[in-house]
């Protein structure tokens, strides 16, 4: 991976094993893959999407696919499945039934990103990417996910939720 190197969530890390080791992951909206070399350095198979995965450099174990999320095609991952699904700082809800859809059974979803409350600090401030209080909780439930952890926060400097869930 190119240029500065950004440590991975510590949500991402703390509930990663949760997840089958060294199984498929998929990291969504990976943007300069620190998520993905967190998952390849654990021994996953990564799928890594974005946008622009001109930041990825390729490595044994990872496939990088360039796919835009929200220009309305299709699903770029169709039929596939996962053990892991790691999602960070992203939010477009359209998504949530496929990203549902993607994990294998006893995959684990790993999610964190911005909420309401987030724009008293910055972007993102638009509403619509910003989780409403507990819509996490309530995707999980939605799609039959089992909570493994949960958590909302405001630590000074961002206001964020997190979920760990099991299929």
Same mark, same amino acid.
């Not at 390849?40 to 799928?47: E, H, I, N, P, W």
């Given at each position: 991976m190119l240029g500065t190197?950004? %440590?991975p969530s510590r949500w991402i890390d703390q509930h990663l094993p949760a997840a089958q080791p060294?199984?498929?992951?998929?990291? +969504?909206?990976?943007?300069?893959?620190?998520?993905?070399r967190l998952l390849l350095a654990r021994g996953y198979q990564?799928?890594? &999407?974005?946008?622009?995965?001109s930041r990825l450099e390729t490595a044994p174990g990872l496939e990088a696919m360039q796919a835009d +999320?929200?220009?309305?095609?299709?699903?770029?991952?169709?039929?596939?499945r996962f053990d892991a699904v790691v999602v960070t700082d992203y939010l477009h809800r359209p998504l949530f %039934?496929?990203?549902?859809? #993607?994990?294998? %059974?006893?995959? &684990?979803l790993l999610y964190e990103t911005f909420a309401v409350g987030n724009e008293k600090y910055g972007k993102p401030s638009n509403p619509n990417f910003l989780l409403r209080d507990? *819509?996490? +909780? *309530?995707?999980?439930r939605q799609f039959g996910l089992r &909570? +493994? #952890?949960?958590? #909302?926060?405001?630590?000074? #400097?961002? &206001?964020?939720?997190?979920?760990?869930?099991?299929?």
């Amino acid at each position: 991976m190119l240029g500065t190197i950004t %440590p991975p969530s510590r949500w991402i890390d703390q509930h990663l094993p949760a997840a089958q080791p060294g199984g498929t992951a998929l990291d +969504l909206a990976c943007g300069s893959g620190r998520h993905t070399r967190l998952l390849l350095a654990r021994g996953y198979q990564v799928t890594a &999407v974005d946008r622009d995965i001109s930041r990825l450099e390729t490595a044994p174990g990872l496939e990088a696919m360039q796919a835009d +999320l929200e220009d309305g095609s299709p699903w770029p991952l169709p039929g596939q499945r996962f053990d892991a699904v790691v999602v960070t700082d992203y939010l477009h809800r359209p998504l949530f %039934p496929a990203i549902s859809a #993607a994990l294998a %059974p006893g995959g &684990v979803l790993l999610y964190e990103t911005f909420a309401v409350g987030n724009e008293k600090y910055g972007k993102p401030s638009n509403p619509n990417f910003l989780l409403r209080d507990g *819509e996490l +909780l *309530e995707m999980a439930r939605q799609f039959g996910l089992r &909570v +493994l #952890a949960y958590e #909302a926060t405001d630590d000074g #400097a961002a &206001v964020k939720q997190r979920i760990a869930a099991r299929r």
